[in-house]
């Protein structure tokens, strides 16, 4: 079928070619033929295109955007955004608030037949404060976030999460419900950081470095880690979005499953910053919606492949992911 279009491409060139050298043809009337079937060309090419991706936009309808997060190390870092996205495929999570919502957190026990069992006379309820900001350890929290208030009234006994727990987010809000479990693994130690490939930045003229990540990776299938850091330029910063989050790891478990690693994360720090690291275990749902998120986010145009986010949320018109986070960190002064 090719070499048949191509042939046929062949012939109708050389037609024009001939009218072209009998006279019957001006080289400037062949130009013109020339240009409108390469127009003609391109929009079937374009047609194509768009019928090899055939997204359904429903650009129309707002989505409810569910950030949550359940942590074992930072009681600060537990809590719920809540949004309006203006539109259905977009990737950031930072829309239009929503106020009013119920907001709990349970904690639950996997029982011998699979089924887990909910403490539910213990449910943490998340309040929002939406008047005044209210500052947590020396880093600031805005309007729209749902948080334990024992945060500020009695901070010992605050929201925090256990690895081998589950975790039950319910959020109600205009008339409808919304739930999602999240489960926090065993987390996985962070031996220590090291400072490595040192070179001099010509535009800050100093001395930079990149940090070394190095643990054991554990013997089982399916585990699977991101890394978080904190240092100079986002120190003040609120929220696991305010930190630098710069690669995924763990994709692809079974190739080093059991193995230890030494991990060269991409960023660079001056000499003598002061550097945090997470290694924040996962389980694979978690992995997976934030692997799904952050393509969607680098999605470029229309023309390329859509993603669709891996959604951890239960309930209509909704996306967005309940992450249960098992953190293991270390802090490194870059020599």
């Known amino acids: 079928m090719r070499m048949r279009k191509q042939s046929r491409g062949r012939r109708f060139f050389c037609f024009l070619l001939c009218l072209l050298l009998h006279g019957i043809l001006s080289f400037k009337m062949m130009r013109k033929i020339l240009y409108i079937v390469m127009i003609i060309v391109a929009q079937f090419q374009l047609v194509s295109c768009e019928r090899d991706f055939d ?52 904690e639950g026990t996997l029982q011998p037949d699979n089924s887990i069992a909910w403490d539910k006379d213990n449910a943490v309820i998340l309040r929002e404060r939406n008047i ?34 589950y975790y039950l987010l319910r959020i109600e809000v205009d008339g409808n419900i919304y739930t999602a479990v999240t489960y926090l693994p065993v987390p996985v130690n962070l031996d220590r950081l090291s400072s490595e490939n040192h070179f001099i930045d010509a535009d800050k003229n100093e001395e930079r470095a990149m940090i070394t990540l190095h643990y054991k990776d554990p013997d089982s299938l399916g585990n699977a880690q991101l890394v978080y850091s904190r240092s100079d330029d986002n120190r003040n910063n609120f929220g696991w979005g ?34 945090d690291y997470y290694l924040v275990s996962v389980e694979r749902s978690v992995y997976n919606f934030w692997n799904s998120f952050n393509k969607a986010k680098d999605n470029a145009g229309p023309f390329s492949t859509p993603v669709m986010l891996d959604n951890t949320i239960t309930g209509d018109d909704v996306i967005g992911c309940f992450s249960g986070f098992s953190l293991s960190g270390k802090t490194i002064v870059v020599k």
């Open 242 to 275: 305010g930190l630098r989050s710069g690669r995924f790891i763990n994709a692809t478990d079974d190739l080093i499953n059991g193995q230890y690693l030494n991990v060269v994360v991409s960023a660079d720090f001056a000499i003598k910053e002061k550097v």
């Open 55 to 106: 997204i359904k936009i429903q650009s129309n309808k707002p989505m409810l955007i569910v950030e949550g997060y359940i942590n074992n190390e930072m009681k600060e870092y537990n809590y719920v955004v809540l949004s309006r996205s203006q539109d259905y495929y977009s990737t950031t999570l930072e829309n239009l608030p929503v106020y009013g919502a119920k907001v709990t957190v349970t």
């Open 132 to 165: 005044a900001t209210i500052n947590i350890s020396s880093r600031t929290i805005s309007n729209g976030i749902y948080f334990d208030e024992r945060l500020i009234t009695d901070t010992s006994n605050a929201l925090l999460g256990k690895p081998g727990k």
